[in-house]
């Protein structure tokens, strides 16, 4: 029983004991029972999220307490109510909470905890945090400061991985920072050049210059966002390589010398250089390449010294040569794949290393099975260069959890998306036995994600995890621009079978709550007190009036005696009847048009009527009083308006200026994102209502302009 209890605690046992190789047992049942005994009883999780809620699932399979940390926006959220001590270290903003590295050492000290586990981003990959962690005899659950800081300058990692032997793009790494010498240099590599902050990452601090003209203006932005980010904007550039493929390596390494890779993941797809879908192994990469791809990873990690779990990150051309782009000295958001097909459980490594045991496996243990996706669900809106957002999740619904099917999160139904952190809600993980079949698991499963509340973007997944180039694996960092047309099409006027399905789970839902006031009511019987439309003798009708999109669509509804119902849209008329009904905590349509049977998830919130088919949704809206819509409309024509909730960073112009449509007018900074705000219109400038340094909430007139007859005076 003890060796049972023991193989289930470990997933690598369970790896092992599937091909039947008994000697990888016995060795992780012994370290199963001696963690104990390497002095790491607690941890504290200095992040926060669905990063935090993973970390502490795997410290509770391995009987580790776990602390946790939260800013104050934070008091309530899901890591905290997983952790077994939490504390609050400060406001929402993170310089005063999750990157305060003195906080968060000090309730290490107050909680007991022996170690800590950085998570990813905030203090993940500061140097003088791991430092920190040493000097008070704190374990840091990551590699020696010496690597962090060798691979997390750029400039430094690059000629490291020279000297090692490893492939690297031409670029500039010296430390002359002017503007001049940055500009030259990257005249002297030849346009499009890559600007990146020399302790970047997450593809903050990044910007792409494809000509001299625009080169300083995109110099400053990079600045911009490296400094609030990373407290450093020292830049690099670096040679772009057109239509390039992401392509990195899970590596992993411990305190006795040892160092294996993982296989490769492909992070291809992405917007705004930030990966969007990730994939393992790499499609069309071949043995001999996947051996090479290791084997250089392996050499960077050594070159290094490095310890615990890291990345490293290379571009990859059309004939499947690779160079070195970085090395990110912690656990990648999408470290879930590889461990889909490596059957391993890579934050119990961490910890197992960290502890001071050796990699649990040797490199040739590490067995590759089958395929895995990884789609982030973020609250986003696609069709607006992808803007991030925040707000509440009203409702949240997600495929069910399995083997094969992973949810990642670290929010719940009712939770809300914070405009202070990164918008992800969640990933979705998936693994099937082969590319094709793991793709459709994907699709499958995104269709059972339904959220109502804020903007996501999980359509533009399914479009794009749809896509026949994409079915293909022909994947690259440009598909998103090269393919646009076919990923945003343009949005054609909802079925009228759809309206109609709209109507009939409004009019069912009217008809319910109607019941369910009678039925607590003195006026059980009374036929005054019904909403089903039943007449004596006469059928009777109601038009329904529904918006889809900018678009009313009148509905003529006549209500049958036998409980159906006649729709006329246009000169269309169709004949529709249903039911709606629970499983679970969702409320469901049944619903039959013209003789054919669907089933759809069915929401009702804010004026929105909201449909999920197992081939797509529809979002159907009810029209608002004039009075109300006329009041939400004003200043928001009058002048720019704030996109999102955010704080303002720098302002071009004041009172009295003369712009043209399109020129900058201040740029904001909002869910670790920085945001250009450009005029909607020409014309002189009134009023700015935001200073540098002040907070503007979502829809806030920021810039406001004189009208027409005050200008031609």
Not at 50 to 56: D, H, K, L, Q, S
Not at 166 to 181: I, K, L, M, T
Not at 305 to 315: K, L, Q, S
Request: glycine share 8%.
């Amino acid at each position: 029983m003890a060796l049972l209890l023991a193989v289930e605690r470990c997933r690598c046992c369970l790896w092992a004991l599937r091909r039947q190789r008994w000697n990888q047992v016995q060795r992780f049942v012994k370290c199963a029972s001696t963690i104990g005994g390497h002095n790491i009883e607690k941890i504290l999780i200095a992040n926060r999220g669905e990063i935090a809620c993973r970390v502490m699932r795997t410290a509770k399979k391995m009987g580790l307490k776990s602390v946790a940390v939260c800013s104050e926006a934070d008091r309530n959220s899901m890591h905290v109510a997983m952790a077994d001590e939490a504390y609050c270290i400060g406001p929402a903003p993170s310089q005063q909470s999750y990157l305060a590295s003195e906080k968060i050492m000090q309730v290490a000290k107050v909680s007991a905890a022996q170690a800590i586990h950085p998570g990813y981003g905030f203090l993940s990959e500061n140097t003088e945090f791991a430092e920190l962690c040493k000097k008070e005899g704190i374990i840091f659950i990551g590699p020696p400061s010496s690597a962090i800081r060798d691979m997390g300058i750029k400039s430094t990692s690059k000629a490291i991985m020279s000297a090692a032997g490893v492939p690297v793009v031409e670029g500039y790494h010296g430390e002359d920072q002017s503007d001049e010498c940055l500009r030259e240099h990257a005249k002297r590599i030849g346009y499009p050049v890559m600007i990146k902050a020399v302790r970047g990452g997450g593809g903050k601090g990044m910007r792409i210059a494809h000509s001299e003209k625009e080169f300083l203006d995109q110099l400053e932005s990079a600045r911009r966002e490296a400094k609030k980010s990373f407290n450093d904007d020292a830049m690099l550039i670096e040679k772009f390589v057109d239509n390039p493929r992401h392509v990195e390596v899970q590596v992993f390494g411990d305190q006795h010398g040892n160092a294996v890779y993982l296989f490769e993941r492909d992070c291809s797809v992405q917007r705004r250089h930030q990966k969007i879908i990730e994939e393992a192994p790499g499609p069309g990469i071949n043995a001999e390449v996947r051996k090479r791809l290791g084997e250089a990873a392996v050499k960077a990690a050594k070159a290094v010294n490095y310890v615990g779990a890291g990345t490293v990150e290379f571009i990859m051309d059309s004939q499947h040569n690779f160079y070195f782009m970085e090395m990110n000295t912690r656990l990648q958001v999408e470290h879930p794949v590889t461990e889909m097909i490596t059957g391993t459980d890579l934050v119990e490594w961490q910890l197992r290393v960290a502890a001071g045991e050796k990699i649990p496996l040797m490199q040739e243990e590490i067995l590759l099975r089958g395929h895995a996706f990884e789609a982030r669900i973020y609250a986003e809106d696609p069709n607006n260069n992808f803007m991030p957002g925040a707000g509440p999740l009203l409702h949240l619904s997600t495929p069910p959890s399995d083997t094969f099917t992973r949810i990642e999160t670290g929010v719940r139904q009712g939770d809300e998306v914070s405009v202070h952190y990164d918008p992800m809600i969640a990933k979705l993980v998936v693994w099937a036995e082969d590319r094709q079949a793991a793709l459709r698991k994907l699709r499958y499963s995104l269709h059972q994600y339904n959220i109502v509340g804020l903007s996501t973007n999980i359509d533009f997944l399914l479009s794009l995890s749809g896509h026949p180039q994409f079915e293909a694996g022909n994947v690259h960092t440009n598909f998103i621009s090269q393919h646009h047309d076919e990923l945003f099409p343009t949005k054609k006027a909802t079925p009228h079978e759809v309206m109609c399905q709209a109507a009939l789970g409004l009019i069912l839902k009217e008809k319910m709550l109607t019941e369910a006031f009678r039925d607590q009511s003195d006026d059980k019987y009374s036929p005054f007190a019904s909403s089903t439309g039943r007449r004596l003798n006469i059928c009777h009708t109601r038009k329904l009036s529904l918006l889809d999109g900018e678009n009313t669509v009148e509905v003529a509804v006549t209500y049958n005696q036998e409980g159906s119902y006649n729709m006329q849209i246009q000169d269309a008329t169709f004949l529709i009847s249903g039911e709606i009904f629970n499983e679970g905590d969702s409320v469901y349509l049944r619903s039959s048009v013209n003789g054919t049977v669907c089933k759809s998830k069915l929401v009702i919130l804010d004026n929105t009527i909201y449909l999920f088919f197992p081939e797509g949704s529809a979002q159907i809206g009810l029209p608002v009083p004039k009075y109300l819509s006329a009041v939400s409309s004003v200043g928001m024509q009058s002048g720019a308006v704030a996109p999102m909730t955010g704080t303002v960073e720098k302002v071009f112009v004041k009172a009295g200026d003369k712009v043209q449509t399109g020129d900058p007018l201040m740029v904001m900074m909002a869910m670790k994102m920085e945001h250009t705000i450009r005029a909607p219109k020409a014309g002189v400038i009134k009023k700015v209502n935001f200073q540098e340094g002040a907070q503007a909430n979502r829809h806030a007139p920021l810039v406001e302009f004189m009208d027409e007859e005050a200008e031609t005076k």
